[in-house]
């Protein structure tokens, strides 16, 4: 079969390697629900079904679609349904000065099991766990070109990496280390449980040892009753965090855009109206002013 920017491929290697076959896309289900001829599946592309669409499509995959709704297609029809394989972005967790030959990552393998019962994966972080060793894997860099540390070695760094969000923040420190830059560092670092998911402990412990690391503040939601998360220790410490950024400090989140980022940013502004006596107004304008000298920078998915 043909696969657009690979030429003639075998059908197994196209489905292995360069095509989508975990996402249910609207293509994909409206080319089964005409093949099929299923009343539902026509339903659910309705435009005024989006939520049900949602709901029905949780945690499925292609194969439970194709599954349950059998249809035969040429390989090429096939060809033309299914995406190309899209890149899986994941921040670089070291540093090259650090680790010249290798480019480090800290991926959480994705499995579960779906509403009828079958065990399913993610697609390229279990792919990393299960199968990296057997061959070449493709790579797509997408530069970032202003999350990364201060050029300015005094410059104090304070950054968020709640779960895997840790992973840029080893590779800062990394390479202000190796820098040799003295400037303050303080990293905010939550999970569920310290036991299982303190990731990196044994490096950001020597990060402290050292020195190279000024502050580290915890947040493992599921340790006790009342859960605690990273904004709300920045709360705890709002008025030191505000003495930073008066002192011309860079901030930095990385993790979940869907609620975490968000709630990051809201304790930001708490803290600047609460602890820097500024007006609503004023820590917005203050906000959008550290977002253009490029103080205030994120990495969110």
Same mark, same amino acid.
């Given at each position: 079969?043909?696969?657009? *920017? ?31 001829? *299923? ?16 709901? #029905? ?16 297609? /040429?390989?090429?029809? #096939?060809?033309?349904?299914?995406? /190309? ?53 493709p790579v797509f ?44 560092? #303080? ?38 009753r009342n859960k605690i998360y990273v ?12 003495? #930073? ?52 920078? /994120?990495?969110?998915?």
């Open positions: 079969m043909t696969v657009p *920017d690979a030429g003639e491929l075998p059908l197994a290697e196209a489905l292995r390697t360069r095509l989508e076959i975990a996402k249910i896309t609207p293509d994909l289900l409206r080319f089964v629900a005409e093949r099929a001829g *299923d009343r539902e599946l026509r339903q659910l592309l309705r435009p005024d079904n989006k939520d049900a669409l949602a709901r #029905w499509s949780w945690g499925l995959q292609a194969v439970d679609l194709v599954g349950a709704f059998p249809v035969r297609a /040429r390989a090429t029809e #096939w060809a033309g349904v299914l995406r /190309r394989l899209q890149p899986r972005l994941y921040s670089i967790s070291s540093s090259p000065l650090a680790h010249p030959d290798e480019v480090r990552l800290t991926v959480s393998v994705v499995r579960y099991a779906n509403d009828l019962g079958r065990s399913r994966k993610g697609v390229c972080s279990a792919f990393l766990a299960d199968n990296a060793d057997d061959g070449p894997i860099v997408q530069r970032s070109p202003h999350f990364r540390p201060p050029a300015d070695p005094a410059t104090p760094m304070i950054m968020l990496g709640p779960g895997t969000g840790v992973a840029p923040f080893v590779g800062f420190l990394e390479d202000r280390q190796a820098r040799g830059h003295t400037g303050p560092n #303080w990293l905010f670092f939550g999970e569920q449980r310290e036991a299982t998911d303190f990731y990196y402990r044994e490096e950001i412990a020597a990060f402290q040892a050292s020195g190279h690391l000024d502050r580290l503040d915890l947040a493992f939601s599921r340790d006790q904004q709300d220790r920045m709360r705890e410490h709002g008025p030191r965090l505000w003495d #930073w950024l008066r002192s011309g400090a860079h901030f930095y989140v990385c993790g979940d855009a869907g609620r975490m980022a968000k709630d990051v940013d809201a304790a930001l502004r708490e803290i600047l109206t609460t602890h820097g006596g500024l007006a609503e107004d004023e820590a917005a304008a203050y906000l959008k002013q550290l977002v253009a000298e490029k103080r205030y920078v /994120r990495d969110v998915y």
